[in-house]
């Protein structure tokens, strides 16, 4: 039998290509009841000696971190384990103070000095918190409280602003199985261009991507039991439903009669071949179910050409799923294990206060400098008019996205965004967007990032080469909207 496949990530980070994931810990402590640390940790040390060393969890996995601390630190062979955590803040305001006090938590409750890895989580990126976040969590690498910083569940645009910015990112984290292949497409490019890697999740859809399913009624919701079950269920509904996920399955169940091994090994070993994928994240029911022995059986199995055009033949014939990468927590459809985003925030608040002026004129301010200067607003509504103001991808001392023309624009459009939402429209509202390039030959990436954020609204548009205030920056933008009742 083969062994387990490493992965040099960085110096001194060497991973496990299948992790192992322990989300399901929340699921497990649902009902209120925390799980014993002690005990829980020990039912990690087998995989440690198969050769899976390295776990993912999260700050709101439950008592994740707190297991799986106690597992480094005192279950035999955990020193070797490499521990990746996120974290999730609610979104919002935040301040230096906030980013430390976050990661501390984590250090202490993983009783260690230094976070192996951690993932870092944005629920809006109009709102320039996320990247406010990620520069102080580069300050915190450097201070050696971190290791190495990652991100999950960010679209393929906003990776692309934070690399293109000069935030170093190793990972990032989404879901990415037969049924998913948002990241197949755009993601898989930027991750190339910047060298991070993809860590995929979901790739055997809760256990649906499996043996168990195959040829077998449709469920009912009452009959789902597990939260990754809700939430994968929706992933197949939403991909053409059950009866398509059944020919997905009988296609894999082909292949796997082939090799003499079960479905969930091909899926794995077809999505651990995928351009980009450094590893998938295989979830674990800590002292209830381990699949140590079948995990071991990915690495002895060899895809053919054959295999893998038979599925993707297979895959072909499912819906895509709409969106960007981490969509699914950002817009309709949500596909979570409730279907909307009611146990992880309660609301996302406006970037900008409105200041309302005598006339019935409401204006917001972005804080930069040049508002003062040249005496402007960012933007002005006018009865059910918004204009906004000629935009660069500048954020406080910062330039944003660096020399990439494609990230300084989509960091521009998420401050429109953010202006037009703080007045009560919406990016949907808009009408007319000017675009203004300092170098004409970059039309191309500057009209593509337009087309991927304005596509579905197809507002009117003029892009102009002309001579910008400031060489560093490569675009600016201004918009018209309109907020209709209804």
């Known amino acids: 039998m083969s062994?387990?496949?490493?992965?040099?990530?960085?110096?001194?980070?060497?991973?496990?290509?299948?992790?192992?994931?322990?989300?399901?810990?929340?699921?497990?402590?649902?009902?209120?009841?925390?799980?014993d640390p002690e005990a829980t940790s020990k039912f990690m040390q087998p995989y440690i000696e198969a050769g899976f060393t390295t776990f993912d969890m999260a700050d709101h996995y439950g008592s994740a971190e707190i297991i799986a601390g106690r597992c480094k630190n005192h279950v035999p062979g955990g020193t070797g384990s490499q521990l990746l955590t996120k974290w999730v803040p609610k979104p919002g305001p935040v301040t230096r103070q906030d980013v430390k006090e976050a990661v501390q938590r984590s250090l202490d409750r993983m009783q260690v000095g230094r976070l192996d890895m951690l993932q870092y989580h944005?629920?809006?990126?109009?709102?320039?918190?996320?990247?406010?976040?990620?520069?102080?969590?580069?300050?915190?690498r450097q201070e050696g409280?971190?290791?190495?910083l990652g991100l999950t569940n960010f679209d393929a645009a906003h990776l692309r602003v934070a690399c293109a910015s000069g935030i170093k990112i190793l990972t990032n984290q989404v879901s990415y199985s037969p049924l998913d292949q948002r990241a197949a497409g755009e993601m898989a490019e930027v991750c190339q261009q910047y060298g991070v890697k993809i860590l995929a999740f979901g790739t055997l859809a809760g256990g649906f991507l499996s043996g168990k399913w195959l040829a077998q009624p449709e469920p009912s919701d009452e009959q789902l039991k597990t939260w990754s079950q809700m939430k994968y269920k929706r992933f197949i509904d939403t991909a053409g439903g059950w009866q398509r996920y059944q020919v997905l399955l009988s296609t894999l169940n082909e292949i796997a009669r082939k090799h003499a091994a079960p479905i969930s090994t091909i899926v794995s070993r077809y999505m651990l071949d995928?351009?980009?994928?450094?590893?998938?994240?295989l979830g674990a029911r800590l002292g209830q179910s381990e699949h140590i022995a079948e995990n071991l059986g990915i690495f002895d199995v060899s895809l053919d050409a054959d295999d893998r055009a038979s599925i993707r033949i297979a895959i072909s014939r499912m819906q895509p799923i709409p969106g960007n990468c981490g969509d699914e927590y950002r817009k309709p459809p949500f596909l979570t294990a409730s279907g909307d985003l009611s146990h992880h925030l309660e609301s996302i608040p406006n970037v900008f206060k409105p200041v309302q002026s005598a006339d019935g004129r409401s204006r917001v301010f972005s804080g930069v400098s040049w508002e003062d200067l040249a005496g402007y607003c960012r933007a002005i509504r006018d009865g059910s008019q918004i204009r906004v103001s000629g935009t660069t991808a500048s954020h406080g001392d910062h330039l944003v996205g660096g020399t990439d023309p494609a990230a300084q624009m989509h960091f521009v459009i998420d401050k429109i965004q953010a202006a037009i939402e703080s007045l009560g429209g919406r990016l949907e509202d808009v009408e007319r967007t000017r675009v203004f390039?300092?170098?004409?030959?970059?039309w191309e990436?500057?009209?593509?990032?337009?087309?991927?954020?304005?596509?579905?609204?197809?507002?009117?548009?003029?892009?102009?080469?002309?001579?910008?205030?400031?060489?560093?920056?490569?675009?600016?933008v201004e918009a018209d909207a309109c907020v209709r009742k209804g």
């Open 437 to 442: 390039v300092s170098n004409i030959d970059h």
């Open 145 to 148: 409280l971190i290791a190495q």
């Open 122 to 140: 944005a629920w809006n990126y109009a709102d320039p918190a996320w990247l406010d976040s990620l520069l102080w969590l580069m300050e915190l």
């Open 445 to 476: 990436p500057v009209a593509r990032a337009h087309g991927q954020r304005f596509g579905h609204i197809q507002p009117v548009n003029t892009l102009v080469e002309a001579r910008l205030v400031g060489a560093q920056y490569l675009v600016e």
């Open 3 to 35: 062994g387990v496949e490493k992965l040099q990530l960085a110096p001194g980070l060497e991973i496990s290509r299948v992790l192992t994931g322990l989300w399901q810990i929340a699921d497990l402590e649902r009902g209120g009841q925390d799980l």
């Open 274 to 281: 995928q351009p980009g994928v450094g590893g998938i994240i």
